[in-house]
């Protein structure tokens, strides 16, 4: 079964405001992992990934977080513009490659 | 530098029928896998192919099969099949089969009628 799962199915946030995307996960072996961004008709985008001997990484406008102690880890993303509309998924990488797929949370920007 | 291509981009396929759909890797890739992706889910992983060889494979009957050529390309063959296939089927590549960063392409819609 899924490994991966996403707190909300929906979040919406002010234009310039932050965004908080959380992601829980329940294999204490899991090592690396991966936010996926996907706008509508199109394929998944790599954003950023993270491997368990971090808990910290920064990328550009987005940063993301783990929290092995609880199993959990967020997307963080500054001033949020309307071009990050999009479902945003946390996956699990296993060995071999294998892309564990949460069920995604749609970001929605106000204006 | 091209990215994963896919095609065709949309089709569709009666109950019963086989379809074949295509992937080129990124250029420098030598490892792709395929994903279905049904309406409002996340993708599934459906198998990887590795030196021309089915090296991983997810929860999907014999139906679905996969082929990688020496150019590293790929197709995905459905046979007998069900309205339950109607997706969108995602290949991914990647350099090696383990541990680096994988990029997808933008998918194949397919609706079976």
């Known amino acids: 079964g899924e490994s991966v799962g996403l707190h909300l199915p929906t979040l919406s946030v002010q234009e310039g405001d932050n965004s908080i995307i959380n992601c829980a996960y329940s294999?204490?072996?899991?090592?690396?992992f991966i936010w996926y961004k996907q706008e509508s008709g199109k394929g998944p985008q790599f954003i950023i990934d993270?491997?368990?001997?971090?808990d910290k990484r920064q990328g550009q406008r987005v940063t993301v977080l783990l929290n092995k102690t609880v199993k959990h880890l967020s997307l963080q993303i500054a001033a949020t513009q309307p071009g990050d509309s999009a479902v945003y998924f946390c996956?699990?990488?296993?060995?071999?490659?294998?892309?564990?797929f949460g069920k995604g949370t749609r970001l929605h920007i106000l204006p | 530098d091209a990215g994963v291509t896919q095609s065709p981009t949309h089709l569709i396929k009666t109950r019963g029928q086989q379809v074949t759909l295509r992937c080129s890797p990124k250029?420098?890739?030598?490892?792709v896998s395929w994903y279905q992706q049904a309406l409002g889910q996340g993708p599934q992983f459906i198998f990887q192919y590795y030196e021309e060889e089915e090296r991983q494979r997810g929860n999907f009957p014999d139906r679905f099969s996969g082929h990688q050529f020496p150019n590293y390309s790929s197709e995905l063959n459905v046979n007998a099949l069900l309205l339950g296939d109607s997706a969108l089927y995602l290949c991914a590549s990647s350099l090696g089969p383990s541990g680096n960063t994988i990029y997808f392409g933008e998918g194949s819609w397919l609706t079976v009628v």
């Open positions: 294999n204490s072996a899991s090592d690396y």
């Open positions: 996956a699990e990488n296993r060995s071999g490659d294998k892309i564990i």
């Open positions: 993270i491997r368990s001997n971090m």
């Open positions: 250029s420098g890739h030598d490892t």
